[in-house]
């Protein structure tokens, strides 16, 4: 079912339970996120666009443009009827298809990408999904490999990547980011009270020094 959710007083998202649903993975990522003074921003894996209308809530002044990729038809769809919802089609636009087909115009054009990318490897996780939830949870249409090459590919020299993931897949994410020159530079775990980190935020520089920030963990 179609339902509206208001992110701030201002800003305010269609969603759908029919697919898949935002939860506070996203809220975290977008409050995780620096953005810097006329970023040239994108959202990878944007499903309805929530991480970066947050994000855009937070830090209005410093966004420059918004551009938001998503592969599901239905959900970007939805996508594009929120940037029309808030009267913001002169900043924000939505690109339908496969991450891993990064149109060329788009190499090099972003200070900052961010994602919440699907989780799970492909033939993990629930069985019992439909399409469209198994597409946003598990990497049945894109890998990991395939998300952080594009990546590269749309960021220019310089700007930053900040994505959340698994806790557990924290060295095969730092290992492919390295491979594809993304260094990362701020890890901070995420972790229920008296539990073990289960998300990672990170923030990774396309060609930056190496040095890793550790910042304190976040109780959700």
């Known amino acids: 079912m179609k339902k509206l959710e208001y992110l701030d007083q201002n800003v305010k998202i269609f969603q759908d339970d029919d697919f898949y649903t935002f939860t506070s993975d996203s809220i975290l990522l977008s409050r995780f996120a620096t953005v810097k003074n006329n970023d040239v921003v994108a959202d990878f894996c944007a499903g309805v666009g929530v991480v970066g209308f947050n994000l855009y809530t937070l830090n209005r002044e410093k966004i420059s443009s918004l551009t938001f990729f998503e592969l599901q038809s239905p959900l970007f769809n939805l996508c594009k009827e929120n940037i029309a919802l808030n009267g913001l089609e002169d900043k924000f636009a939505a690109v339908l298809g496969k991450i891993q087909d990064l149109p060329k115009e788009y190499y090099g054009k ?54 959340v993931h698994r806790a557990d897949r924290t060295a095969e994410i730092f290992s492919i980011m390295k491979e594809f020159n993304i260094e990362p530079k701020k890890l901070c775990s995420v972790a229920a009270k008296d539990k073990d980190p289960y998300l990672v935020l990170i923030e990774g520089v396309k060609g930056g020094k190496s040095g890793l920030k550790f910042l304190k963990t976040v109780y959700n």
């Open 110 to 163: 972003f200070s900052l990408i961010v994602c919440n990318p699907p989780y799970m490897k492909n033939g993990a996780g629930d069985k019992n999904l439909s399409e469209t939830l198994a597409v946003a949870r598990s990497e049945t249409a894109l890998s990991l490999r395939e998300l952080i090459f594009a990546v590269s590919r749309g960021l220019k020299f310089g700007g930053r990547v900040n994505l």
